[in-house]
C-alpha cells in the first residue's frame, strides 16, 4: 500500500492504489442487503426454505451450524469442516415448486457444485449443471418441484478451509422481473421528505452535513453529528413521510461514525415512538432492515457509537406503502451485454500528425501532481496521429514551463459524457521506469465543482512502466480512495510487446473489467455497500487518456528510461 496519489490538470485530483486486492476480513462483511433486496425480487415469490429442517455433511464447529444458514439472519452462517467433498440441504416440508435459489457466501465459497432435488432426501438429482460461487450474493434460477434442495460441494475456493454460506434461500412463486416494483409493493419513502436530526455538523471537515442529506439519494452527501455537541449518546434523525405510512424496510448506509447499537422508531406525531427494530451489534457499512410499522415519522436511535466520533448517515432510505412520497429521477436502463449500439468513437485514422478531433477531445494542459515531473502540453509532438491508424500520446524530454519533460492528457469532457455501458480502448502502453500510462474516467459533476473523490474515479487501466507485466483496475470514492482505492492488481503477458483491449462493462449493479476479452475484477455493488463504502458510479462520467512520468506511483525515471516514451492508441468506442 502506499500514500494517496492525485492526478489532474487544473486542480484535478485523482487517487491510485498499488494493490487494493480485497483481504478475506473484508469480504466477510456482507450485508443484509445482498440477500433482502433478492427476497423482494417477484411479488409473487417467498422464501419457502425460512426456518425449515437443514442438515449437512459437518459443521465446522458448534458455533457454525447448517441451520445458521436458512435462518434469515445475515450474522450468522454455516460452515463446513475442512475437505472438499461436503453438501448442505433443507427440508421444505412437503413438496414444492420453486422458482430459484439465493445464495450468500462468505469468503469461503465453492469455486464448483450443483443444486440437487430430491423428493425423499436420499436419492437426489442434479437441477443444474456444475456451478461456479462467488464472494457474496449468487442467484441461480431453477424449475422443478421437490421436498429436499441440496448444495452438493465439491470444490473450494480456499484450500486451507471448507465452505461457508450466510445465507440459503429457496423461492417458489412467480417471476416478476425483479427491476419492476409489483403492484402495491413497498415504494421510497422518504426522498427528498423533510429531515430533523439532534445536531448537525457544518464546518470545514463537512459542510454542510444536515440532516436532509441522508435523504436525497446522493450516495455522496451525508449526515453527521455536531462535532462540537453531537460526539455523544444518544444521537438520533428523523424524517417526515408528510402522511401515515406503513414501513416494510429501511436501509442505512453508514459512514465510519455508525451507530453499534440503535433503534428504529416510529411515531405518529414526532413526539411519541415506538420501537420496530433494535440492535446492539449494528456492523456499519450497510444494513437493510425488515421491519413492520405504522406511522408518518421514521426515527433513527442511536445509543452507542462505533468510536470517538458522533453519528453519521450516508442514506436513510424507508420503503413501503402509503405516505406521500416524492418520485426520485429515473436512471438509465441497464444496457445488456454484450452491448452493441455505437455511441461513442474515435479511430485515430487521420492523417501523419494530425492533432486528436477536438469535436471529440478536449486538451487538459497544466502542471500535474502526484509527484510528477512533466508538464501537460497541447503540442502536436505530444499527442496527434502517427498515419497508421494510431493516436500518440508522447512524453519527451524537452523543457517547458520550468519542467524538463512533456506529455499530453485528453479528455471527452465538453463532448460526450455517458453513464452505464461497455468503454473499451485498444492500447500498446511504453516500457520504462518511470512511464504512467493509464485509461480512466471521472465523474462529470467534478465539472461543476464538485471535489474529488466525492464526484468518483474509475480506473480502467494503469500500467506502471518499470513491470509492463501487470496492470491496475480501481475505483475511487469517498470511503475508498488513493492506496485504499477498491480494485485489483493481475499479472499478465508483457504489455508493452503488442496492443491489448482493455474495456469496463459497467451497469447499476457493478463494473466488470476485462482485458483482452477476459474478467481481470468485477466491481458489484452490492458487495462495495457491504464492505466498504457507498457506491458513487450511478451517475455520467467521460474519459481520459494521458501518458505521466515519474510519480510516486511508478517511481522516478533513470538514466535506463526512454525518450520519446509513447503510448499508442488503436481506438476508443463506447457501447450501450
Not at 113 to 131: E, H, I, R
Not at 145 to 166: D, H, K
Request: hydrophobic share 35%; aromatic share 12%.
Amino acid at each position: 500500500m502506499t500514500s494517496a496519489h492525485f492526478r489532474g490538470g487544473g486542480g484535478r485530483r485523482r487517487g491510485r492504489v498499488r494493490m487494493a486486492a480485497l483481504g478475506a476480513s473484508l469480504l466477510g462483511l456482507l450485508s443484509a442487503y445482498l440477500v433482502a433486496t433478492m427476497g423482494n425480487a417477484a411479488a409473487a415469490e417467498v422464501v419457502v426454505s425460512q426456518g425449515k429442517p437443514t442438515t449437512s455433511s459437518s459443521d465446522e464447529w458448534a458455533g457454525t451450524p447448517a441451520s445458521a444458514a436458512t435462518d434469515g439472519n445475515t450474522g450468522t452462517r454455516w460452515s463446513s469442516q475442512f475437505s472438499a467433498s461436503q453438501w448442505i440441504k433443507v427440508d421444505l416440508g412437503a413438496p414444492t415448486a420453486i422458482s430459484r435459489i439465493d445464495l450468500n457466501w462468505e469468503a469461503a465459497y465453492a469455486t464448483a457444485f450443483t443444486v440437487q432435488f430430491s423428493n425423499d432426501g436420499t436419492t437426489f438429482t442434479n437441477a443444474t449443471s456444475t456451478l461456479r460461487g462467488n464472494v457474496g450474493q449468487q442467484t441461480i434460477t431453477v424449475s422443478g418441484t421437490t421436498r429436499f434442495v441440496r448444495l452438493n460441494l465439491t470444490e473450494r475456493a480456499l484450500s486451507l478451509y471448507g465452505y461457508s454460506l450466510w445465507e440459503f434461500q429457496v423461492y417458489a412463486g412467480g417471476t416478476t422481473d425483479p427491476t419492476t416494483p409489483p403492484p402495491g409493493s413497498a415504494v421510497l419513502l422518504s426522498y427528498n421528505k423533510p429531515g430533523v436530526a439532534s445536531s448537525e455538523q457544518n464546518d470545514v471537515n463537512c459542510n454542510p452535513c444536515t440532516a436532509s442529506k441522508a435523504f436525497d439519494l446522493d450516495p455522496a452527501t451525508r449526515w453527521a453529528t455536531s462535532s462540537t455537541t453531537g460526539w455523544v449518546d444518544p444521537g438520533w434523525i428523523y424524517v417526515d413521510l408528510g402522511a401515515t405510512a406503513q414501513i416494510s424496510r429501511v436501509e442505512l448506509q453508514w459512514d465510519p461514525a455508525f451507530a453499534t447499537a440503535y433503534k428504529i422508531q416510529v411515531s405518529p406525531n414526532a413526539s411519541t415512538w415506538t420501537d420496530i427494530y433494535s440492535t446492539t451489534t449494528g456492523k456499519g457499512f450497510k444494513e437493510v432492515l425488515n421491519v413492520s410499522g405504522s406511522g408518518r415519522y421514521v426515527r433513527m436511535y442511536g445509543t452507542a457509537r462505533s468510536g470517538p466520533y458522533g453519528y453519521s448517515l450516508y442514506d436513510f432510505n424507508v420503503y413501503g406503502t402509503g405516505g406521500a412520497p416524492n418520485t426520485p429521477p429515473a436512471q438509465p436502463a441497464d444496457p445488456k451485454f454484450p452491448a452493441t449500439r455505437l455511441v461513442f468513437q474515435d479511430e485515430f485514422n487521420d492523417p501523419a500528425g494530425t492533432k486528436p478531433s477536438t469535436a471529440r477531445w478536449t486538451y487538459d494542459p497544466g502542471f500535474p501532481q502526484n509527484g510528477e515531473v512533466q508538464y501537460y502540453t497541447e503540442n502536436s509532438n505530444n499527442a496527434q496521429m502517427n498515419g497508421q491508424g494510431q493516436l500518440v500520446i508522447e512524453a519527451r524530454k524537452e523543457a517547458s514551463n520550468g519542467r524538463e519533460y512533456t506529455s499530453a492528457r485528453m479528455n471527452t469532457s465538453e463532448d460526450f459524457k455517458f453513464q452505464y455501458g461497455r468503454v473499451e480502448a485498444r492500447i500498446k502502453v511504453p516500457k520504462g521506469n518511470g512511464l504512467w500510462p493509464a485509461f480512466w474516467m471521472m465523474g462529470a459533476d467534478f465539472l461543476t465543482g464538485r471535489p474529488w473523490p466525492y464526484n468518483g474515479e474509475i480506473d480502467i487501466m494503469e500500467v506502471l512502466g518499470r513491470n509492463t507485466s501487470e496492470a491496475y483496475s480501481t475505483l475511487h470514492a469517498p470511503q475508498y480512495n488513493g492506496a485504499g482505492g477498491y480494485g485489483q492488481k493481475y499479472a499478465t503477458v508483457d504489455l508493452s510487446q503488442d496492443f491489448h483491449v482493455w474495456a469496463a462493462e459497467w451497469d447499476s449493479k457493478g463494473i466488470k473489467f476485462l482485458l483482452d476479452g477476459n474478467q481481470v475484477f468485477y466491481a458489484s455493488k452490492a458487495t462495495v455497500e457491504a464492505t466498504r463504502g457507498p457506491w458513487i458510479f450511478d451517475h455520467p462520467f467521460y474519459i481520459i487518456l494521458n501518458l505521466a512520468v515519474g510519480g510516486d506511483f511508478p517511481g522516478p525515471i533513470d538514466a535506463s528510461t526512454p525518450f520519446p516514451a509513447r503510448m499508442l492508441v488503436d481506438y476508443v468506442r463506447v457501447y450501450q
